[in-house]
């Protein structure tokens, strides 16, 4: 099955910026689209941002104009700038793809592990 794993996270000034990646490994066929997502303590996990196979993006009204998502091939990276305090959260990448499942593939959702991102002075 396809893995993934985030880095990047750690703690960052208001105003300061931050870079997370995301790297796709294993029985890739295909990935249709990778994103980020991020949940804070009591609050339900949103979309932050995401890009499809075209290169289409879309972002979350609250990071827009502040954060970049792009992705080269198999990794996806989220660039964060002007961090605010309630940027804080877990982030986790995610992936539509197509693995390999012995003689044949099966389309799945792929979650990271999540990184820590803590914006505080």
């Known amino acids: 099955q396809v893995q993934l794993v985030e880095s990047g996270g750690g703690l960052v000034q208001p105003g300061g910026s931050l870079r997370l990646s995301c790297a796709a490994s294993g029985s890739i066929v295909s990935i249709d689209s990778m994103a980020w997502y991020r949940q804070a303590p009591g609050k339900q996990r949103e979309l932050v941002a995401n890009?499809?196979?075209?290169?289409e993006t879309n972002y979350a009204d609250s990071v827009k104009g502040r954060f970049t998502i792009s992705r080269d091939k198999n990794t996806v990276y989220l660039q964060m700038s002007t961090l605010k305090p309630e940027d804080t959260a877990v982030y986790h990448c995610?992936?539509?793809?197509?693995?390999?499942?012995?003689?044949?593939?099966?389309?799945?959702?792929?979650w990271g592990q999540g990184t820590q991102v803590t914006v505080s002075s």
């Open positions: 995610n992936a539509v793809v197509k693995e390999w499942m012995y003689v044949t593939w099966a389309r799945a959702v792929r």
């Open positions: 890009i499809t196979s075209s290169g």
